[in-house]
């Protein structure tokens, strides 16, 4: 007689083994799990952050954002003036630089010359009050009204005028 019958046969015998056999399938993965997590969780840490606790790396965390790049002004310290040029490089450069919105190009002696024969005094006038597209002052309030001026002799100058820069009061 042949031994087919024992070819099929399980390891499982009893419904103990069963349980058992179940219960090892889900408990020792979980025990493997745990155990690799642990040895990589115990690895000494080096590099990225080792100097987290620094005095300086300390110093740049605390450090105010509003200090990057900000300069600090007293309000209460006298005024400085600007020069014309400044001023011109600050507030008038973005049109009369390019003759956007109609502004006439510094350097241009052909759009200022009928400008500058109207005088100081109004070229000043509609630098601060502004004039057509142009904004009182450039578009800048904080000028004081000697910056404008400079400005305007500046612009003026570079474009065939004569005009002497105003003097500080």
């Not at 080096?46 to 606790?53: E, H, I, K, T």
């Not at 350097?107 to 005094?121: E, F, L, V």
Request: hydrophobic content about 45%; overall charge neutral.
């Amino acid at each position: 007689m042949s031994d087919a019958h024992d070819e099929h046969e399980s390891i499982v015998k009893t419904p103990n083994q069963l349980i058992a056999a179940v219960v090892a399938g889900f408990v020792v993965p979980i025990i493997v799990i745990v155990l690799l997590v642990k040895y990589v969780d115990s690895a000494p840490k080096v590099g990225a952050g080792s100097n987290g606790q620094s005095p300086e790396a300390i110093a740049a965390r605390l450090k105010p954002v509003a200090d990057e790049g900000f300069t600090l002004v007293d309000a209460s310290a006298p005024r400085q003036l600007k020069a014309g040029a400044e001023v011109y490089n600050a507030a008038c450069v973005a049109c009369h630089g390019s003759g956007a919105a109609g502004a006439p190009k510094t350097g241009d002696s052909g759009a200022w010359s009928k400008r500058i024969g109207q005088g100081y005094d109004t070229l000043v006038s509609h630098a601060i009050k502004g004039i057509r597209g142009m904004p009182a002052k450039g578009g800048n309030p904080d000028l004081d009204d000697l910056e404008v001026a400079r400005a305007v002799v500046h612009m003026a100058n570079a474009s065939g005028g004569k005009f002497k820069e105003p003097a500080a009061k």
